[in-house]
C-alpha cells in the first residue's frame, strides 16, 4: 500500500491553527487511509525542546488512495509531498507495524528515505539526549545526505529522524561504517533506551512542490528525478 510524506511550513501568525490540525488530524483519519501519524518537526540535532520548528509540520500515511488534505494547504506558505515504496521495515509504532515492504527484490539504485522513530523511557531520556549531537554532527556532513529534518508526536520522549540519500549505498555507509553512528547502534540494546521503536528505509518514487522544505541540502539540481 503506498506511503506518503507530507510537509507543510506554515507562517508564525499560522502556528495556532497548525496545531489545531494537528490535534484534529490525530483524531480523524480520513476514509481509505490504513494508518496515518501527523507530527511536529526540529531539526534533529537534540530532540529537546529547543530544536522544535513551530513553522514546520509532517504526516505519514499508509492509504489505498491519494489523500490531500485541504485544512494544510489553506494554511501552508509552502509544502512538500513525497511518494514513496518500502523497502525494509522494522519495529512497531504505536503498537502496529505500518509499513509492508512488497518483498520484491528491488535495487534502490535512486534516491531513499530513512525514517526512524523511537518512544524513549523516562528513566534513559538524559543518556539517549547526551548521545544524539555527535551523532547528528556526523550526519549532517555525511556524504549523499540530501535532507533531513527531525520528526516528533510528542515535545519530548516521542521522537524520530527523516533522512533523504543519494542513494542506498551512502545510507548504509553512514548507518553502519561512520563511528558514532555505529556507537549508538551498539549501545541500544544495552542501554534499553527504547520502549518502542521502528526504522524504515523506502525507495523515492516521485517528490513534489517545495524541496527546501525538507531541507533540502543536496547539490543536485531540484529537476533531479526521483526513482519511479
Known amino acids: 500500500m503506498p506511503v506518503t510524506l507530507h510537509v507543510w511550513r506554515v507562517p508564525p501568525r499560522r502556528v495556532p491553527a497548525a496545531m489545531l490540525l494537528i490535534?484534529?488530524?490525530?483524531?480523524?483519519?480520513?476514509?481509505?487511509?490504513?494508518?496515518?501519524?501527523?507530527?511536529g518537526t526540529g531539526t534533529g540535532d537534540s530532540f529537546g525542546l529547543g530544536d522544535a520548528d513551530l513553522t514546520r509540520y509532517a504526516a505519514v500515511t499508509v492509504?489505498?488512495?491519494?489523500?490531500?488534505?485541504?485544512?494544510?494547504?489553506?494554511?501552508?506558505?509552502?509544502?512538500?509531498?513525497?511518494?514513496?515504496e518500502p523497502l525494509v521495515s522494522r519495529g512497531r509504532w504505536s503498537g502496529v507495524e505500518p509499513f509492508r515492504p512488497s518483498g520484491a527484490a528491488r535495487d534502490a539504485g535512486g534516491m531513499v528515505l530513512a525514517l526512524t522513530r523511537a518512544r524513549l523511557r523516562p528513566s534513559r531520556a538524559m543518556t539517549f539526549w547526551r548521545a544524539i549531537p555527535a551523532v547528528a554532527a556526523e550526519l549532517a556532513s555525511a556524504p549523499g545526505l540530501l535532507a533531513r529534518f527531525g520528526i516528533g508526536e510528542a515535545p519530548i520522549g516521542w521522537?524520530?529522524?527523516?533522512s533523504l540519500w543519494r542513494d542506498a549505498t551512502d545510507l548504509t555507509r553512514f548507518a553502519y561504517r561512520q563511528p558514532e553512528h555505529r556507537a549508538v547502534i551498539a549501545r541500544t540494546p544495552v542501554d534499553r533506551w527504547y520502549a518502542e521503536e521502528l526504522f524504515a528505509r523506502f525507495a523515492v518514487l516521485r517528490i513534489e512542490g517545495d524541496?527546501?522544505?525538507?531541507?533540502w541540502l543536496g547539490e543536485e539540481d531540484e529537476g533531479t528525478q526521483a526513482k519511479r
Open 211 to 215: 524541496r527546501g522544505v525538507l531541507g
Open 63 to 84: 492509504a489505498e488512495r491519494d489523500v490531500r488534505f485541504s485544512g494544510w494547504d489553506r494554511v501552508a506558505v509552502s509544502s512538500a509531498r513525497v511518494e514513496l
Open 23 to 39: 490535534g484534529l488530524g490525530r483524531l480523524r483519519r480520513p476514509s481509505g487511509v490504513r494508518f496515518a501519524k501527523f507530527l
Open 159 to 162: 521522537q524520530g529522524t527523516v
